[in-house]
């Protein structure tokens, strides 16, 4: 190729590589898209208990749902097996254990509320040796 067309070819190299880039490489989502106020339980309403790990549900599903403003979920990793560690700062924020769904062994679920029906679905289950709270409900 003569060295005076490289400028030409170089460009449409670049323009094709920076056009298969831009299409291919996204931006990592917000791996925290779930919570609103970070460091607070349930979108402000109490401080986060130091030692929880704030997550979020990979679910494409529960993703639409939080943003568009249907729903929301927070999920907390707490370290070993500490299936109502949150229910306190629930409880004392004026959430009330309104029925016992499910209560094992390795498994805790509750519906709570300030009034019926349940405003909240608090649950608990094994991450390795931890323990993974799941709280979700209407926004």
């Not at 590589?17 to 490489?25: E, K, Q, W």
């Not at 370290?79 to 016992?100: C, F, H, I, T």
């Not at 805790?108 to 608990?124: D, I, K, N, Q």
Request: glycine letters at 10%; proline letters at 9%.
């Amino acid at each position: 190729m003569p060295a005076n067309n490289w400028p030409v070819w170089g460009g449409a190299v670049l323009v094709t590589v920076l056009g298969i880039a831009a299409l291919t490489v996204r931006p990592a989502p917000d791996a925290l898209y779930c919570i609103e106020q970070r460091g607070t339980l349930w979108n402000g309403l109490t401080p986060l208990l130091e030692g929880l790990e704030p997550r979020c549900p990979t679910s494409a599903t529960y993703r639409q749902e939080v943003q568009s403003g249907q729903s929301r979920v927070e999920q907390y990793v707490a370290q070993g097996w500490q299936p109502q560690v949150l229910m306190a700062p629930l409880k004392r924020a004026g959430y009330v254990l309104l029925e016992d769904e499910t209560s094992g062994a390795r498994h805790y679920s509750v519906f709570m509320g300030r009034t019926t029906p349940a405003e909240l679905y608090y649950t608990a289950v094994p991450d390795g040796p931890n323990t993974l709270i799941t709280i979700s409900g209407s926004k």
